[in-house]
């Protein structure tokens, strides 16, 4: 009787397991067809403006809020802000300030609209006389789906635009962020391993990855 009764609710649980995991299989299909497929052709790219200020710091944050949601001040790094709000509107409101700082034809500070809508945002530094290229931001509106990603459609649409003499890309991205570390792996971007350019941008090692692609 209690060899039978064990049965039963082994059966009973695995039964449970593939219920839940279906479940959740498919609120995450779900959410995957809720988001809205871009049609590169029909956004309209524009540069980060004074005027922008208070729109684009609601994007910037909901954004990347949506990107960290499993990551804890602690393990960012950002232990002096009282929230990530407050980081990523401090983040927000220097690449406004450095945009607007912006005086030569070396860095650019892209907003990428639909039907006046921003669901993009890429700034763009040329180094080395135009040689290399550092991404040193790239966001989307979680919205919004974007194939490969942002930074995908970056390198092939908007650096042959704006950076055309550069040869190489950069970018940094954080160790936790395994997600993003993947999606450079899978365009051709390999870590740089000695930890130079994390230095070389002031970023901390010990929080960010330096990557790279040759790009012609």
Same mark, same amino acid.
């Given at each position: 009787?209690?060899?039978?009764?064990?049965?039963?609710?082994? +059966?009973?649980?695995?039964?449970?397991?593939?219920?839940?995991?279906?479940?959740?299989?498919?609120?995450?299909?779900?959410?995957?067809?809720?988001?809205?497929?871009? *049609?590169?052709?029909?956004?309209?790219?524009? %540069?980060?403006?004074?005027? *922008?200020?208070? +729109?684009?710091?609601?994007?910037? =944050?909901?954004?990347?809020?949506?990107?960290? #949601?499993?990551?804890?001040?602690?393990?960012?790094?950002? %232990?002096? $802000?009282?929230?990530?709000?407050?980081?990523?509107?401090?983040?927000?409101?220097?690449?406004?300030?450095?945009?607007?700082?912006?005086?030569?034809?070396?860095? #650019? #500070?892209?907003?990428? $609209?639909?039907?006046? %809508?921003?669901?993009?945002?890429?700034?763009? #530094?040329?180094?080395?006389?135009?040689? =290399?290229? /550092?991404?040193?931001?790239?966001?989307?509106?979680?919205?919004?789906?974007?194939?490969?990603?942002?930074?995908? $459609?970056?390198?092939?649409?908007?650096?042959?635009? $704006?950076?055309?003499?550069?040869?190489?890309?950069?970018?940094?991205?954080?160790?936790?962020?395994?997600?993003?570390? +993947? +999606?450079? *792996?899978?365009?051709?971007?390999?870590?740089?391993?000695?930890?130079?350019?994390?230095?070389?941008?002031?970023?901390?090692?010990?929080? /960010?990855?330096?990557?790279?692609?040759?790009?012609?």
């Amino acid at each position: 009787m209690i060899k039978r009764s064990v049965f039963f609710l082994s +059966k009973f649980i695995l039964l449970a397991i593939f219920l839940i995991e279906g479940s959740a299989l498919t609120q995450a299909n779900a959410a995957s067809r809720s988001a809205i497929s871009l *049609d590169f052709k029909k956004i309209v790219i524009g %540069t980060l403006k004074e005027a *922008d200020h208070d +729109k684009f710091i609601d994007f910037f =944050v909901s954004s990347l809020e949506e990107t960290y #949601h499993n990551f804890t001040l602690e393990k960012l790094g950002k %232990t002096d $802000y009282a929230s990530k709000k407050e980081w990523l509107s401090d983040v927000a409101k220097k690449e406004v300030e450095a945009a607007i700082a912006c005086k030569d034809e070396c860095s #650019h #500070h892209l907003l990428f $609209y639909k039907d006046g %809508t921003i669901v993009g945002y890429a700034s763009l #530094h040329s180094e080395q006389d135009g040689k =290399v290229v /550092y991404l040193s931001q790239a966001c989307i509106n979680q919205d919004f789906w974007w194939g490969d990603g942002i930074v995908a $459609y970056v390198v092939k649409e908007i650096l042959p635009l $704006y950076t055309p003499k550069a040869i190489c890309c950069t970018l940094m991205v954080r160790t936790l962020n395994k997600y993003r570390i +993947k +999606k450079c *792996d899978v365009i051709g971007f390999t870590v740089d391993e000695t930890g130079e350019l994390a230095k070389q941008h002031k970023r901390d090692p010990k929080h /960010y990855l330096g990557m790279v692609k040759n790009i012609k």
